[in-house]
């Protein structure tokens, strides 16, 4: 869990940089002033536009902060769980059906590759991690992270899994649906950047720190308490 949390700051680094990057041009009117390689200098404008391109950007930095922290939360709890050597008897119940659903997941290939010596294979794999008392693993897979992180599904994350569930954070859902829009090519940098000041775009911010940051606490407190065991 120390890794994540150093990575969340390291990303959190960044970002107040890109932010400080975008108070500071809307200020006022701000040139470019670059030095050519014969001593010359050259003075370029800051364009509205690269402004409004610089400020919808900010929705993808954030997405990303959202994406890779809860990524790398789920990451550290379930490493968390396999340095316990846990069977599925010592899983709690929420984790014994994320188990049972990580097995399935091949199921999930269509209805053409599902035969019944899969099936046969899959359901003979299961009893016998059971029976034989294996080591569980379990792997991000079978926790749905899809491009479509908002608070609302880091809320049902943490209900499979078992740790506190964060207030709050519907800033988070219009973080994803501009990430989105952008991604997918739905609407140009210009359109979504000229939607927001930098001061909204800082609230946003704010906002994904303030909830990412009560997620990882739950977090660690979870991995602490070691209530993945039943």
């Known amino acids: 869990m120390n890794n ?32 050519a390689i014969d001593g010359g200098e050259n003075v370029e404008p800051i364009d509205i536009e690269l402004i409004k391109i610089l400020k919808a950007n900010g929705f993808l930095l954030l997405y990303n902060l959202i994406e890779a922290t809860i ?21 709690s119940d929420k984790l014994k059906k994320l188990w049972i ?32 008392n294996q080591i569980m693993q379990l792997k991000t897979e079978c926790v749905r992270i899809s491009g479509n992180i908002d608070a ?21 859902d219009t973080i994803k ?28 911010k704010d906002s994904a720190c303030a909830h990412l940051t009560d997620v990882l606490k739950n977090i660690e407190d979870y991995i602490a308490s070691k209530k993945f065991i039943k």
């Open 4 to 35: 994540t949390k150093v990575e969340f700051d390291k990303r959190i680094e960044e970002i107040n940089i890109y932010f400080q990057l975008l108070t500071t041009i809307d200020k006022g009117s701000c040139h470019i002033h670059c030095k």
């Open 152 to 172: 609302r599904s880091i809320r049902e994350i943490a209900a499979k899994i078992g740790f506190e569930q964060s207030k709050d954070g519907s800033l988070l």
């Open 71 to 91: 990524r790398k939360s789920i990451e550290a709890i379930f490493s968390a769980i396999h340095l316990e050597n846990l069977t599925f008897q010592q899983l």
């Open 101 to 132: 659903n990580q097995k399935a997941l091949p199921l999930k290939e269509g209805i053409d590759a599902v035969t019944y010596d899969k099936i046969r294979s899959l359901l003979e794999n299961v009893a016998n991690s059971i029976i034989d």
């Open 177 to 204: 649906k501009k990430r989105n829009h952008l991604a997918h090519g739905e609407f140009t940098f210009g359109e979504i950047g000229k939607e927001f000041s930098v001061n909204d775009m800082i609230k946003y």
